[in-house]
C-alpha cells in the first residue's frame, strides 16, 4: 500500500503507464481492478480509493442477521484485496472530481489526478428517509445494522412481524427498466429466514409475517416462470404479501404507510432507500436525481474519460451484485479496448442471478433476464443452491475480493437454459 503523500506524488508523473483511478472497493470496483490487471498486465497504474479499510461481502448479511454469524467474517481487508503491482490503496472520501483538470480531491486535502477515472461507491442507504426506522425499526444491508437485528432477536418473543423496502428514485437520462424498489432479493431472504427462525424457536404462531413492497409486483425484477416458482413457497410459509404500500414511518408497534394505511407490527425490517453518493452531483456527473448516466460501455455520456459501475450507475436496475460486477468489467475493458485495440469487446446483458438463503440448508437460486427483453427466466430451490451461496461466500472470501471465474458461470447459465 503506497502512503497518500507518495500517491500525490505518483499522480503528477509523466511516465508512459496510464493511470486509472477507482472509487469505490465493493463488487464493481473490484471487479474493474482485477478486470484491469488481467487485460493490461502491468501496462496501468491503478489506485483505489475507498472511505472504509475493508469491503463487505454483502450477500452474506442475512446470514449475519437470521443465524448469527459473526460479522467479521463478511469482512476482507481492502489491502489484501488491492495489493499488487503498480497498484495502491487510498482510505478517504471523494469530495469532489474537477473534471476540468482530470483531478479527484478526498476529503483530507489529498487531489489526485487521473487519465481515467472509474466512478463505483456504491450507494448510501438513506435510513433517515423513513421516519422512526433507526429507533424502532431494523435492517440487513449493511454488517452493523444485521448484527444489531441478530442481536434483537433474542429479546423477540414473537409477534407481528412486518418486512419491505422503500422505493428508490432513479433518473431518465439512461433507457433503463424503470423498479420502484432497489432489489427485493434480500427482503425474500429476510422474511424466509425469519419464518424460520420463529418456527425453530416454536414462537411462529404468536403472529403473523406480512411483507409490503413499494411495487405493483413483488419480485418486479423476474419473469412469470420465477413467480409460479416461488408463490408456493411463500403460501406454504405463511407470509402475506401487499404491493403499492410505500412506507413513511416506522414506530414501537406499528408501521404507517403514504396512503394512510398502518400495520401493528412487534418487529420491523426494512430496506431503506438508495441513494446516490453526494460529491457525484456536486461534481457535475449526475442526471438529475443523483446516479451516474452512462452508456452500455459505461462510460459517462458527458465525459469519455470517466465511467460509472455498480449501483451509483443509471443503468443498474435493479441494484444487483451480478449487475455491478460486471459493468465494473465491462468499464475496465472499455478502457482497455483504447489501450489495446486488440482487446476482445464485452458485451452488456445484463440478468438478474442470484441466491436467496431461505434458512437451514434451503436456498432459492433466480436466473433471469426477462426484465430486458431476454428468455431467460428460471428458479431452482434446495440444497444445492444452498451449497451455491456457500462456495460463492468462501470462494470470494479466500480470493479477498475476487469473483469466481467466468467459465463457472457460464456453465451454470448453460445448465440453467437446458432445465
Known sequence: MTQPDKVQDMSKETNAKPHVVIVGGGFA???????????????????????????????????????????????????KAVSGADTSLIYGSVVTVATD????????????????????????????????????????????????LWQALHDFKGGNVVIGSAPTAHGSRVAAPVL?????????????????????????????????????????????????????????????????????????SQVEFADGTTWDSDFTIVLPPHAPPAFIAASGLSDEVGWVPTDTEMRHLDHANIFGAGDCNALSQPKLGHI?????????????????????????????????????HEATLIASNSLYGGELDVAVSGSIPH?????????????????????????????????
Not at 477515472?117 to 426506522?133: K, M, Q, R, T
Not at 489495446?340 to 446483458?349: C, I, K, S, V
Not at 456457500?390 to 472470501?397: I, R
Open 387 to 419: 451449497m451455491m451461496k456457500w462456495s460463492f461466500d468462501a470462494y470470494y472470501g479466500f480470493r479477498h475480493g475476487e469473483l469466481p471465474p467466468d467459465w463457472s458461470e457460464k456453465i451454470l447459465e448453460w445448465g440453467l437454459r437446458h432445465l
Open 324 to 360: 455491478a460486477a460486471l459493468q465494473g468489467e465491462i468499464a475496465a475493458t472499455t478502457i482497455a479496448r483504447e489501450l489495446d485495440p486488440e482487446t476482445a469487446a464485452l458485451a452488456y446483458a445484463p440478468e438478474v442471478l442470484c441466491i436467496m438463503n431461505r434458512g437451514g
Open 29 to 79: 470496483g473490484l471487479a474493474a481492478l482485477n478486470h484491469l490487471r488481467h487485460l493490461l498486465h502491468k501496462r496501468v497504474r491503478i489506485t483505489l480509493i475507498d472511505k472504509s479499510q475493508h469491503t463487505v461481502n454483502r450477500p452474506m448479511m442475512p446470514e449475519i442477521a437470521f443465524e448469527g454469524k459473526a460479522a467479521a467474517d463478511s469482512l476482507i481487508p481492502m489491502f
Open 180 to 252: 420502484k424498489a432497489a432489489c427485493e432479493g434480500p427482503v425474500g431472504e429476510a422474511m424466509f429466514m425469519m419464518d424460520r427462525h420463529l418456527r425453530h424457536r416454536g414462537v411462529r404462531d404468536k403472529g403473523s409475517i406480512r411483507i409490503f413492497s413499494p411495487a405493483s409486483i413483488f419480485f418486479e425484477d423476474v419473469g412469470n416462470e420465477v413467480h409460479k416458482h416461488m408463490g408456493p413457497l411463500v403460501e406454504r410459509a405463511g407470509i402475506a404479501v401487499t404491493t403499492d404500500l410505500v412506507i413513511t414511518r416506522v414506530d414501537a
Open 101 to 148: 483538470q482530470n483531478t479527484v480531491l478526498l476529503d483530507d486535502g489529498l487531489s489526485m489526478s487521473y487519465d481515467y477515472l472509474i466512478l463505483a461507491p456504491g450507494p448510501v442507504h438513506d435510513y433517515a428517509a423513513v421516519a422512526g426506522l433507526e429507533q424502532f425499526g431494523h435492517s440487513i444491508c449493511d454488517e452493523t445494522h444485521a448484527a444489531a
